[in-house]
């Protein structure tokens, strides 16, 4: 995984950036990237409610359909 950008810069005629050029292979990483930190903010948030929790395994077995 290649963490090292090397962006393009475009500029106005004030030389100022105006837009980036990236490689599309480096543009996806940087996608993944920010899809990663949004679910770790995702479950920072739901670790901080501090909510009870239940196994898979309990939780499958009150999902199963009573053969009564």
Known sequence: ???????????????KRVSVVLLIQQWQQVLDD???LDDIRLYDEVKARQEPTRSL??????RQPSND
Do not use: S
């Open 1 to 15: 995984m290649n963490k090292t950008l090397h962006p393009q810069y475009i500029t106005d005629e004030q030389g």
């Open 34 to 36: 920010l899809e990663e």
């Open 57 to 62: 395994a309990d939780y499958r077995k009150k």
